[in-house]
């Protein structure tokens, strides 16, 4: 038998949403590949839930490889690492986990933000731009909540870039009445 390459399981496995579609469900492809704002998404669909962003942690720290690599940020840089749950009725749905490189840092506020959404802030920036959306099956590495999918795009907007990860939570499913996949 041949060796295969040893992958740390904590390390999300990213791929291209296309690459996935055929093991996706219509419902939740709506949910993965939708390109608008997720905690807008998420306060429509959680109906009369209340919609709330729990801060888990925000700090500067070194970025894992595999987020340097999706910013093309050199290895062991710094950068701002924020980590939230988007919670509905005080239950996380979604655990999410964003990257910015400081040097694009300046003149931004970010760390004014705290449970504000971040989303709520990026798109009300009119030349924002978002990359292409890739999918991993692996769990959030930061966060015990297990689910479906995880996604991930950098967004820009002029010198600003950040990586966002989303990881959908089984507790999501579960309310809305998803299928597993
Ligand atoms: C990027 C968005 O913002 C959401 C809010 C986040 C935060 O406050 O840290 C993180 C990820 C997002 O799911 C969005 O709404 O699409």
Known sequence: MRDRPLHPIAIPHW????A???????PWWQWLASQDSLTERLTAAGDARPFRVRLLSQRLGVPRRDEAQ???????????LREV???LDER??????????????????????????LGSW??????LERGPIELTRRP??????RGPWGRRSVFRHGDFAVLVQE?????MAEALGLPSR
Request: glycine letters at 8%; a positive charge.
């Open 122 to 127: 990026l798109f009300r920036q009119p030349d």
């Open 70 to 80: 999706a910013l093309g940020l050199a290895p062991r840089r710094l950068a701002w």
């Open 20 to 26: 996935f579609r055929p093991l996706i469900s219509a």
């Open 92 to 117: 996380p749905w979604v655990v999410a986990r964003s990257v910015a490189p400081l040097t694009q840092l300046r003149g931004q506020r970010l760390d004014g933000l705290g449970e504000r959404s």
């Open 167 to 171: 990881y959908f939570l089984a507790s």
């Open 140 to 145: 959030a590495p930061f966060h015990p909540g």
């Open 85 to 87: 749950a988007l919670c």
């Open 15 to 18: 791929q291209p949403a296309a």
